[in-house]
């Protein structure tokens, strides 16, 4: 089973953001303090706070260290079968785990510029300027590099054109219109049908126990983007169905 939770930090109030922050290990405070924007610590916090949630639903007892490895990507200090990444943009916080090394990416709207394009696009995916020229929005493209670069652990000094998405058969995209982001995910050796059949979605907001998650019905559903990105958004997933 893959789990994917998402969540909205701008729900938090005060009171319950302290209590989430409680819970955090020391070094992820102080990491999270250090932003300077109120968003950001409070997206930092959450971000955080939905592994641990996983990690209770899914495997229950202490959660284990959080070391970053070499190159910055977060891992479990000792193998224990788990997986996970996590991202955030704005308010809007995902994680995810997995049974494999897994990437996960959330981006509200980038609006389309050519000299981006042109460096982050690789040679094949050059057949798509004029879809997301149209739609003025590189985010769908662009989380799916971040999912791989996060999947792989190469770092962000990996240059994103040397990526070729489109090609790639192990990458999720998704689209929500409320609140409006795009996210994509992959999972080391899970092509997309195989990742789509193993994936439980989970919308989240505080409660009803303080410093708690609970499962919460989503404003709008996710809907899966096609590789190309030239379709239309396909079916809705429902939040919850495998």
């Not at 690789?122 to 149209?134: I, N």
């Not at 739609?135 to 971040?146: F, N, P, Q, Y």
């Not at 195989?194 to 499962?215: C, H, I, K, M």
Request: proline residues 8%; hydrophobic residues 40%.
């Amino acid at each position: 089973m893959i789990e994917l939770a998402i969540a909205r930090s701008d729900l938090l109030d005060e009171s319950t953001f302290r209590l989430l922050r409680a819970r955090l290990p020391a070094e992820r405070r102080s990491r999270g303090d250090r932003y300077h924007r109120l968003k950001d610590r409070y997206a930092s916090a959450v971000s955080f706070s939905l592994l641990q949630h996983l990690w209770r639903s899914g495997r229950g007892g202490p959660m284990p260290e959080i070391v970053l490895g070499g190159r910055g990507k977060p891992a479990f200090a000792k193998p224990n079968g788990w997986h996970f990444n996590w991202s955030h943009d704005a308010w809007i916080c995902v994680c995810a785990a997995a049974p494999a090394p897994v990437g996960v990416d959330v981006q509200s709207r980038v609006p389309y510029d050519e000299g981006l394009f042109e460096r982050m696009a690789a040679p094949g995916e050059h057949v798509l300027r004029d879809r997301l020229l149209r739609a003025d929005d590189l985010s769908a493209l662009w989380t799916r590099k971040e999912a791989v670069v996060k999947r792989t652990g190469w770092g962000l000094s990996t240059p994103l054109r040397h990526v070729d998405t489109l090609a790639a058969r192990d990458v999720l995209t998704f689209s929500c219109a409320e609140p409006d982001f795009r996210m994509s995910l992959t999972v080391e050796g899970m092509e997309e049908r195989d990742l789509l059949a193993a994936l439980r979605v989970r919308f989240v907001r505080p409660g009803p126990a303080p410093g708690e998650w609970t499962d919460a019905p989503a404003s709008e559903p996710l809907r899966r983007l096609p590789r190309s990105l030239l379709a239309p958004a396909g079916e809705a997933l429902c939040p919850g169905a495998a």
